[in-house]
C-alpha cells in the first residue's frame, strides 16, 4: 500500500512538472490562426478581458509555420541567440579553468588565510544577485566596460560557485597522488591538467551543465549592464518576440530551450555520476 502510494505520488508531480513542457511543444505545431483565435484574449488584453481564454493541448492540424517564422524570418531572434551565445560560451568557459585552477589551489596547497578566503567564497555565493550587483557596476562603470556585454562576461568568469563545488570534489583526490608526481618531477600544471582534470570530469561537467543553465536564463545582469537593446540575450528579448507576434510565443520558447537540452544530453552522465555519490 505504501508503495503504491509513493508511485501515484511521484506520478502526479511528475505529470505537474512535464504538463507545462508537453502543452508548450504541442502549441508550437500550430496554425497562426489557429493559435490567435485560441489565446487572443490572454496577448490583446492580458487576462483582463471579460471573454474566458480556451484551453487546447494539442492543435487541430500540425503546422510548422511558427518555427519557420522564428528560424527565417525573426530577426529579433537571432539577434538574442547570438547575443547569449556571445555571452554564455566564454563566460561558461573560462569560469570552469579559473574555478578549476582556484579550487586546486584552495585543495591542495597551505597558505595563509586560506580557509578564510574561502569561507568568503561561500559567503559571496550564498549572496543574491542583487547585493553583488551594485558595487561590480560601479567597478565596470569605472573601467569604461559597462554597456556592452564584455561587462557581464567579465563578472561571470568568476564564479564562487565554481571554486566552492570544485574544491570539495578536488578534496577527494588523494594527496599521495599529487605528491608522487611531483616527486617525479611533474610541475603544478601537469598535476593539474594531468591527473586532476581527468579525475573531476564528472564534476567540471556537472559545473558547465548547472552554470550553463543558469546564464543562458539570466535577465538581472542584461537589463543593468546593457545599454542598447541590439545587445540583449534571448532570455531578455523573448518577451518582446512573444507579443510582437502571437504565432511564434510557443515556437520560441521551445527553440530557447534546445540549446539547453542539448547541454543536459551532452553532460547528463556527469551530472548523474555525481548524485550517485
Known sequence: MKKAFIIVFLTIVSFILVFPIIFTVSNSFMSNGEISAVYKNIFNTMGTGSEN??????????????????????????????????????????????????????????????????????????????????????IMDKAGLTGGI???????????????????????????????????????YIILFKIVVPMCIPAIGTYILIYAIELWSMIEYPIVFLDSEYSYPLALSLSSISKESIGSAFACSVVFTAPIVFVFIIFKDYFIDIIKR
Open 150 to 188: 564584455l561587462s557581464i562576461i567579465i563578472i561571470m568568469l568568476f564564479s564562487p560557485l565554481g571554486v566552492v563545488f570544485l574544491r570539495f570534489f578536488i578534496d577527494k583526490i588523494p594527496d599521495e597522488f599529487i605528491e608522487s608526481a611531483r616527486v617525479d618531477g611533474a610541475n603544478e
Open 53 to 138: 481564454t480556451k484551453f487546447i493541448l494539442f492543435p487541430r492540424l500540425i503546422s510548422f509555420n511558427q518555427y519557420y517564422n522564428v528560424i527565417f524570418k525573426n530577426f529579433d531572434y537571432f539577434n538574442g541567440f547570438w547575443n547569449s551565445c556571445i555571452f554564455v560560451v566564454p563566460s561558461v568557459t573560462g569560469s570552469a579553468v579559473i574555478s578549476l585552477i582556484l579550487a586546486y589551489g584552495f585543495s591542495k596547497f597551505h597558505f595563509r588565510l586560506k580557509e578564510l578566503i574561502f569561507y568568503t567564497c561561500i559567503i559571496t555565493m550564498l549572496l543574491p544577485y542583487q547585493v553583488l550587483m551594485i558595487p561590480q557596476y560601479i
